[in-house]
């Protein structure tokens, strides 16, 4: 191993060992569970550990050492919290576990009962839910699927041709390559939902009826006297549209007694997410946009009145925020971008606490679903997230682009809610070889356009002789995403080793109001272009440090389509780049992706099926795609390919490798038995130090 690389593996072995938190709950007693994920380099995944703390009157008086709990899917505490379940994975199989105080008192074999598939433990769809009683759970699974014989098929004589699914009812015959199909990136396998309950008194799970065979399920809830559930209805015609990172599927809000008896709530083109019901059990709220358009955009908070019914009245407590609006305080708020809620979100007199991204940073708000008045809690520097509330006292997470995670408690003001005084629960400090660097926002404005707002993050050396130091050019994928205030392994790692970096929140990103986000369809390709060269202009003026010679650029999906153009329409401005997953020509990819609606939205059309083929939208797809440029490129490029990507098929990156080499261009192509992030944990530690080497090498940078 040559120096160089064992510089980079040193590295990142030591920043593996950072923990970043997931999760908080606060209980009665003072006593604050965290939970925390770190990678695991001997095992190739990630260890999840909680962590827990003593405190008296806010303050820490001590704490536990933490305890792996990587087995473990999903967990809930019941509400007098005497009890807690736990999904288990073990061997392949899934154990449903329900604890109290000094021991296990029921263990399940979920495979061995055989009455539905996996549980879903995923953030789209799954549910793991105390009946008020603390009598049941409630979770949802995969359907199982009926057992079907071919056309012909010998048999012994006394063989009961049996479905296999319990009901005695004869197999069906030549059923068994039937399509159905699922959910898309990330959610392979996830066909058909059903709703299941575990009643632990008779140790009994019963499956919910009920649910129309033409909807999916997810995300059930109890209501608060425990007689029926809520939830969200996805339609399932003419064909799911993949679910991960896109929050824009038709669907509703339904309700289901225990009788069977399903309705929903009369919301046509609309688009829902998270229903949770009010302290008091008079509302259900819940987020909601129109369907269709971009994947991710501002959200509404609505409500309605329980119980629900067909006619149900809904009310906008927090609407959508086309540009900007002052709140409470004279704080500047740019809307809800946010697709769900903490478990425990309710503070006294009906407060709803809610994390949205703004701008570059995270922020969280004190909402009174009474009035619509928001609040943002307060914080100095950097992102805060709330993790859990108990009744006014609030747990959350401080986070920071050169610092870890800082776990913070405070209490809710009566008056001003926004001055909490935070304690820390955990101490931190910038991380070693960083005390000599700085994050700072960049307000940009483009010369023209119907917006013309935009930012972009500077994260590097406070300061440096002339033209000394490499930029990083780094688009964010999606398009509709945004880079926030948080620390990532990858920014380290290149900052430890000589690096600046620049995060660009082009228009089209979330957390700039809605207007930023509508903007950008029609567009891409050209205005997201524009602003990665005018946000790089803007920071090498800035910083004079900064070597405009030796600009790198780096991204993926959306970010890697953007690395991509700018590399054939700057050629001599950029001298190296890493895509990982790009899209490189979209009229190729919507006949394959998962979201070929993301290929016609982003082009300005509307997604259909129905009838013949536009062939100017595929002619434009290709106009605006990258591969149009390739022949242009002159810099070095790696590709990080993933073989099981269903978001940027693999022959996105297959086509813009065999071109690159045809037209001379210097070119590595490296291909991950994994899918669109590139997540399992020796393809990211595989590519990111690749990653690295490929940078250094090409920019002739000395070691």
Not at 133 to 155: G, N, Q, T
Not at 566 to 582: E, H
Request: with cysteine.
């Amino acid at each position: 191993m040559s120096l160089k690389v064992d510089k980079f593996v040193k590295s990142y072995k030591s920043l593996s060992q950072i923990p970043a938190v997931v999760s908080g709950a606060i209980r009665s007693n003072g006593v604050i569970n965290t939970k925390w994920t770190q990678r695991n380099l001997e095992k190739g995944k990630s260890t999840e550990f909680t962590k827990d703390f003593f405190t008296s009157n806010l303050k820490k008086i001590a704490e536990c050492t933490p305890l792996d709990v990587s087995t473990e899917t999903l967990s809930r505490l019941s509400h007098s919290e005497k009890l807690r379940a736990v999904l288990r994975d073990c061997d392949n199989k899934q154990f449903l576990e329900i604890w109290q105080q000094h021991n296990l008192i029921r263990s399940v074999d979920l495979n061995a009962l055989d009455i539905h598939g996996p549980v879903y433990a995923d953030r789209d769809f799954a549910s793991f839910e105390w009946s008020p009683d603390e009598k049941k759970i409630l979770y949802v699974a995969e359907k199982k699927k009926p057992k079907s014989d071919p056309f012909y098929k010998r048999k012994a004589p006394t063989t009961i041709n049996e479905s296999g699914d319990g009901s005695g009812e004869p197999k069906p015959i030549g059923q068994e390559y039937v399509y159905v199909q699922d959910w898309g990136e990330q959610l392979v396998g996830k066909k058909i939902s059903i709703l299941a309950q575990y009643d632990i008194e008779n140790d009994v799970v019963d499956i919910l009826e009920g649910v129309p065979e033409n909807i999916f399920a997810a995300q059930p809830k109890y209501a608060p006297n425990g007689s029926y559930i809520v939830g969200v209805a996805y339609q399932l015609e003419p064909r799911k549209l993949g679910m991960v990172y896109c929050a824009n599927r038709p669907s509703t809000i339904f309700h289901l007694d225990f009788e069977g008896n399903y309705g929903s709530v009369s919301l046509q083109g609309k688009s829902v997410k998270s229903p949770i019901c009010s302290p008091n059990g008079d509302y259900v709220l819940w987020l909601q946009r129109k369907s269709g358009g971009p994947h991710a955009s501002a959200m509404q908070l609505v409500k309605t009145k329980l119980p629900l019914n067909e006619n149900a009245v809904v009310d906008v407590v927090v609407d959508i925020v086309d540009h900007e609006k002052k709140i409470e305080d004279g704080v500047s708020f740019y809307g809800l971008f946010n697709t769900g809620f903490i478990s425990r979100p309710w503070a006294t007199r009906n407060r709803l606490i809610i994390n949205a991204d703004q701008k570059y940073k995270t922020c969280s708000y004190v909402i009174d679903i009474s009035t619509g008045s928001i609040t943002q809690l307060k914080i100095e520097g950097g992102s805060l997230r709330v993790l859990d509330v108990y009744e006014d006292i609030v747990l959350a997470v401080k986070r920071d682009f050169l610092k870890p995670d800082q776990l913070l408690i405070g209490k809710l003001g009566q008056e001003q809610e926004s001055n909490i005084i935070w304690e820390p629960l955990t101490s931190t400090e910038i991380l070693p070889n960083l005390e000599k660097c700085m994050y700072e926002y960049l307000d940009l404005k483009a010369p023209k356009g119907d917006v013309c707002d935009f930012n972009a993050i500077y994260i590097g050396p406070k300061s440096g002789n002339d033209k000394s130091v490499p930029l990083i050019v780094w688009p964010h994928g999606g398009p509709h995403s945004v880079f926030g205030t948080y620390l990532f392994l990858e920014e380290v790692m290149y900052l430890n080793h000589g690096f600046a970096m620049l995060l660009i929140n082009y228009r089209g990103s979330l957390g700039s109001g809605q207007k930023s986000v509508e903007f950008l369809p029609s567009k891409i390709g050209n205005s997201d272009v524009q602003d990665c060269i005018q946000a790089t202009d803007a920071a090498l003026s800035k910083y004079p440090w900064l070597n405009p010679n030796k600009l790198a650029l780096v991204g993926g999906s959306h970010g890697g389509f953007l690395v991509a153009h700018l590399s054939g329409q700057y050629p001599d401005k950029f001298k190296v780049v890493v895509a990982r997953n790009p899209v490189i020509d979209i009229a190729a990819m919507s006949i394959i992706s998962d979201i070929p609606d993301w290929c016609y939205v982003e082009i300005g059309k509307e997604y259909t099926q129905k009838g013949e083929i536009d062939n100017d939208a595929l002619a434009r797809m290709r106009q605006v795609s990258p591969i149009n440029h390739a022949h242009k490129v002159k810099a070095p490029t790696l590709l990080l390919i993933g073989s099981k990507d269903l978001r940027v098929p693999p022959h996105q990156g297959t086509e813009h490798y065999y071109r690159l080499k045809s037209n001379g261009v210097v070119t590595k192509m490296l291909l991950y038995d994994d899918n669109h992030p590139l997540a399992k944990l020796p393809n990211e530690f595989d590519n990111l130090i690749n990653s690295l080497i490929w940078i250094e090498d090409h920019l002739e940078l000395e070691e």
